[in-house]
């Protein structure tokens, strides 16, 4: 792939390829192993991530642009006044 990315990145992107390539291949038993600590621990994360949206009815990801999430930003930064939980939910 053209392009400059960070190790990360360039790490994820090489498992999505090794992957792609091994089920194509026919092969459904696979280990992956990586070196990258930072990618190795987010994967991790993912796959927590995944698999609570699996138990939900429906759930959907999507990728907002800064503009869209100014609301979210200011309560972001207005958690660092709090040392309990506020959870707000809107109808």
Same mark, same amino acid.
Request: overall charge negative; proline content about 0%; hydrophobic content about 45%.
């Given at each position: !792939? ?10 994820? !992107?090489?498992? =999505?390829?090794?992957? =792609? ?10 280990? @992956?192993?990586?070196?990258?600590? /930072? *990618?190795?621990?987010? *994967?991790?994360? *993912? ?6 949206? $699996? @138990?939900?009815? $429906?759930?959907?990801?999507?990728? @907002?642009?800064?503009?869209? /999430? /100014? +609301? ?5 930064? $207005? $958690?660092? *006044? &709090?040392?309990? !939980?506020? +959870? &707000?939910?809107?109808?």
């Amino acid at each position: !792939m053209h392009g400059f990315f960070d190790v990360e990145v360039a790490e994820a !992107m090489a498992m =999505r390829f090794a992957l =792609r390539t091994t089920i194509k291949a026919g092969f459904w038993n696979i280990v @992956v192993e990586t070196d990258c600590c /930072k *990618l190795f621990f987010d *994967l991790k994360i *993912l796959g927590d991530i995944y698999y609570l949206a $699996s @138990v939900c009815n $429906s759930c959907s990801f999507s990728h @907002v642009k800064i503009e869209g /999430k /100014k +609301v979210a930003h200011i309560f972001a930064k $207005s $958690s660092k *006044l &709090y040392d309990y !939980m506020l +959870v &707000y939910i809107e109808e």
